[in-house]
């Protein structure tokens, strides 16, 4: 498939998918007769999964090992579980964190919500 189509199907714009490209990140693009490149439909997938990953907070390092693995069937389970746990262990701090700053939210909102009633009495 052609570039814009890639884009159409992932959401991803042009020089983002250069860019991972670029980086290694979307392993060897084949070319056509007339040199454009060929995105295989199986990028889809794996740009998806990119994009997750980075959500998530992995570093483009970390992914480049995840879909070379993938690709070659040779991922090493316990290295991956590893790396999945030390990442799931951030989110749930990132969680933690979250939850702090809601209550606090909450709290200011009640204090605040309180003053307006007491001074709208008078």
Known sequence: MEIAELEAQTGLGRDAIRYYERRGLLGKI??????????????I????????????????????????GL?????HC???ARLLAEKRQSVE????RLREVSRLLAHEQSRLEER???HDRR
């Open 93 to 96: 701090q990132q969680i933690h």
């Open 78 to 80: 316990m290295a991956g």
């Open 45 to 68: 997938k794996e740009i998806k999964l990119l994009r997750s990953m980075q959500a998530l907070g992995f570093s483009l390092d970390e992914i480049h090992e995840v879909l070379k």
């Open 30 to 43: 084949p070319r056509s007769a007339n040199n454009y490149r060929d995105y295989p439909s199986s990028l």
């Open 116 to 118: 307006a009633r007491r």
């Open 71 to 75: 690709r070659s069937g040779g991922i």
